[in-house]
């Protein structure tokens, strides 16, 4: 058992595994990593399941059986897919049991909604609905037209990841929406401990959009802010869950039953080699939030991760501080954060894809 992520788990820093397949689940390596590596829950995405999928011959008997009941793509997707998250909730069920937000595994709604809110919202339902499990999250994306489908989502009792959250003004967004979900949901009588809400602020992105621009710029000044800009972003994230958690609105709801929505750190694979591949982890520990890693993070984590507790609490006027000298140097911060949100949101869709082609191919072998 690692003492390093002992010391993150300790620091109060939930560990989610950034990846599944029916390989993980039916091996008993999702369990081990529970056992083992201090795992409390996972996320999954289109990308994760194309590759689950396309390398492993454990699909192959459901796959050849939808294809003989005539299934269609998106219908073979959904039964593959939500069949694992199913599984793999029922891994982390005593998770779920023994720790007061834990054993969640995640699963997205269609990439292709995500300009749509209520398309949006009949994927979220009909994969709640199909997963049937009380520890499962529905991943939601933070675009404008996601914000009405997370509320309305909570308000339903349907628990929610918040995904693809870059700036700050819709991580407030997002909050406001999670908040007002829950007001619904007690005005509508619903039992509000049983809903839980992470939101997934985006991490390692945010350095490859800045330091691309600040190499750009070229001067020693920009030179020297390179590879700070995200974790401070994240440290400001923080800071503004702080002030909505010591808000009436909040207390009053909190009173009533309510989870908090926790922040959740992803995209915390570090892209840079010349950056230590574990900083988007080591750098933003504090209480009460989760970080969800690649496996090789996780790795890296456990084998040299230098855990000293608490990094963010009280940094929000640092951070905010270092974001100004990054605006003084000459990049546009505003136009950073809403080109990410832009490509983040082509890629959840390019991901989709991505499987689709996947399982096409591998239906037809089946059907062959």
């Known amino acids: 058992m690692s003492e390093n992520l002992k010391a993150l788990s300790d620091a109060g820093v939930s560990i989610w595994l950034d990846d599944l397949s029916r390989e993980r689940i039916e091996t008993g390596n999702l369990a081990e990593l529970v056992a083992a590596k201090h795992v409390v829950g996972v996320t999954t995405n289109p990308?994760?399941?194309?590759?689950?999928?396309?390398?492993?011959?454990?699909?192959?008997?459901?796959?050849?059986?939808?294809?003989?009941?005539?299934?269609?793509?998106?219908?073979?997707?959904?039964?593959?897919?939500?069949?694992?998250v199913r599984n793999a909730c029922d891994v982390l069920e005593p998770v779920t049991r023994s720790t007061a937000h834990d054993g969640k595994v995640s699963i997205e709604v269609e990439p292709d909604l995500a300009n749509d809110t209520e398309g949006t919202m009949a994927s979220a339902r009909a994969l709640w609905k199909a997963v049937d499990r009380p520890n499962v999250l529905i991943k939601i994306p933070a675009t404008l037209e996601g914000l009405p489908a997370i509320t309305t989502a909570i308000s339903e009792g349907i628990s929610v990841n918040v995904t693809l959250i870059f700036g700050i003004t819709r991580y407030q967004d997002v909050m406001d929406a999670y908040l007002s979900g829950l007001e619904k949901a007690h005005e509508a009588g619903v039992d509000l401990s049983t809903i839980d809400s992470v939101a997934s602020f985006f991490v390692s992105r945010v350095d490859s959009e800045v330091d691309a621009r600040l190499e750009k710029i070229g001067t020693d000044e920009a030179l020297e802010l390179r590879g700070k800009a995200a974790v401070a972003n994240a440290r400001l994230a923080y800071a503004a869950y702080e002030e909505v958690m010591a808000s009436d609105r909040w207390k009053r709801l909190a009173e009533a039953g309510a989870n908090p929505q926790r922040p959740l750190w992803a995209s915390t694979g570090v892209k840079n080699p010349d950056y230590s591949d574990t900083m988007y982890v080591t750098d933003l520990v504090v209480a009460d939030t989760v970080n969800t890693m690649p496996e090789k993070t996780l790795e890296a984590v456990a084998d040299h991760g230098d855990v000293q507790g608490d990094k963010v609490t009280g940094t929000g006027d640092e951070a905010g501080a270092l974001i100004e000298r990054i605006r003084e140097v000459g990049v546009d911060w505003?136009?950073?954060?809403?080109?990410?949100?832009?490509?983040?949101?082509?890629?959840?869709?390019?991901?989709?894809?991505?499987?689709?082609?996947?399982?096409?191919?591998?239906?037809?072998?089946?059907?062959?």
Do not use: C, H, P
């Open 47 to 84: 990308t994760i399941f194309a590759g689950a999928i396309a390398d492993g011959e454990r699909y192959n008997e459901q796959l050849r059986q939808l294809v003989a009941d005539g299934k269609g793509v998106d219908e073979v997707i959904f039964e593959l897919t939500t069949e694992d």
């Open 334 to 368: 505003n136009e950073v954060i809403e080109v990410l949100e832009t490509e983040g949101v082509d890629k959840f869709k390019k991901s989709w894809t991505e499987l689709v082609e996947t399982v096409q191919g591998q239906m037809e072998k089946a059907g062959a």
